[in-house]
C-alpha cells in the first residue's frame, strides 16, 4: 500500500497542504481577533484558531489521500496525548504541524510554516514544508532528494574553518538544565542563536543558508518533516549519543541537523562539552 502510494501522483499531498494553508491560515494572517489565541501550557506556547481548524482540514484530506493511513497532529495530541502513540504502529502515519511557528503568526510575521511528513513503522518516507507567507515549498522523499518551488536544493559544506552559523532551542523553551546542555555551543567557532520555527530553520540548512540545528526537545511534528528534508539535501543529522533521531521518541538529546556530517561531528563535539 505505501510503495504504491509513493509511487504513484505525490502532487496531491502538495495540493492538500496547500488547500489547507489557503482555507484556514492565510484568511487569519493579520486577522486574528484575541479570542482566537489561546495559551496551551504558558505565554510561549499558543495555539490558534487557525492552527485546529488548518489540523482538521488536513486530517481529513490526508486520510482521503491514503486509505488506512492516521494521523499525529500537534493539536489531536495536545487534546489526547494517547495519539502520539501511533507513530510507532502498524499504519502509514502523517505527522503534522498545521502551524510551525504559531508566535511568528501570531505577531503577523513572516516566519511560520505548515508541516507534513509522512512515516511507517519509524521510518521517514517524504515530507512537505510550507512556508505560505512566503509562497514557498519545500518537498523531500526518501531516496529522491529534496526540492523547494520544484528545483533541487542541496545543502553543501561550510567553508574551511568557517564559523558555524548555528539555531539552537529558544531560551524560552528550556530549563535550567537544558540551557547548561546547550552551553557548549557557546564557542569559538561558533555563532549560536536561538531558533524561530523549527520548520523554517531546517529548511535554511537544506539549502545552506545555515550551517547547523540544535534541539532538545523531540516532538515529531516540529522534527519529522525538517530530518528528511535535510538528509534528502545531503545533510545529516546525530543525537548526542551518536544515534540518529528517531521520531518514535527516546533520543539523547541534545540533537543536531547539519549541512553535513563533518559540520554535525562539530556540533556534537560542542555539545558535549556542555552536557
Not at 494553508?21 to 501550557?41: C, F, S
Not at 511557528?101 to 516566519?111: I, L, N, P
Not at 549519543?241 to 539523547?252: C, D, E, M, Q, Y
Request: aromatic share 6%.
Amino acid at each position: 500500500m505505501i510503495d504504491d502510494f509513493l509511487a504513484g501522483d505525490l502532487t496531491e499531498v502538495e495540493a492538500a497542504v496547500r488547500a489547507a494553508a489557503a482555507a484556514e491560515i492565510m484568511p487569519r494572517y493579520r486577522q486574528l481577533a484575541a479570542h482566537e489565541i489561546v495559551e496551551k501550557n504558558g505565554p510561549h506556547d499558543l495555539v490558534t484558531t487557525a492552527d485546529r481548524l488548518a489540523e482538521e482540514h488536513l486530517t481529513r484530506s490526508l486520510r482521503r489521500l491514503l486509505p488506512g493511513s492516521v494521523v499525529v497532529g500537534e493539536e489531536a495530541v495536545h487534546a489526547d496525548p494517547k495519539v502520539y502513540e501511533e507513530l510507532g504502529g502498524e499504519a502509514p502515519v502523517w505527522i503534522v504541524d498545521p502551524v510551525d511557528g504559531t508566535r511568528q503568526f501570531v505577531r503577523g510575521e513572516t516566519g511560520f510554516c505548515t508541516l507534513v511528513a509522512l512515516a511507517h513503522r519509524g521510518e521517514l518516507l517524504a515530507s512537505w514544508t510550507y512556508a505560505a507567507a512566503l509562497d514557498e515549498m519545500a518537498v523531500a522523499v526518501r531516496g529522491r532528494g529534496a526540492t523547494l518551488n520544484g528545483t533541487a536544493i542541496r545543502s553543501g559544506s561550510p567553508a574551511p574553518d568557517a564559523v558555524l552559523r548555528v539555531a539552537m532551542s529558544h531560551p524560552d523553551y528550556t530549563t535550567d538544565a537544558q540551557k547548561r546542555a546547550l552551553l557548549g555551543l557557546r564557542t569559538e567557532g561558533i555563532d549560536a542563536r536561538p531558533c524561530g520555527s523549527a520548520g523554517l530553520e531546517y529548511l535554511a540548512v537544506a539549502r545552506g543558508e545555515l550551517d547547523a540545528l540544535a534541539f532538545n526537545w523531540e516532538f515529531a511534528w516540529d522534527h519529522a518533516a525538517g530530518l528528511l528534508l535535510v538528509t534528502e539535501a545531503g545533510g545529516a543529522q546525530s543525537t548526542l549519543s551518536g544515534a540518529p533521531f528517531r521520531i518514535t521518541g527516546g533520543n539523547a538529546l541534545p540533537f543536531t541537523a547539519a549541512r553535513d556530517r563533518a559540520t554535525a561531528e562539530r556540533i556534537l563535539a560542542a555539545l558535549r562539552t556542555g552536557a
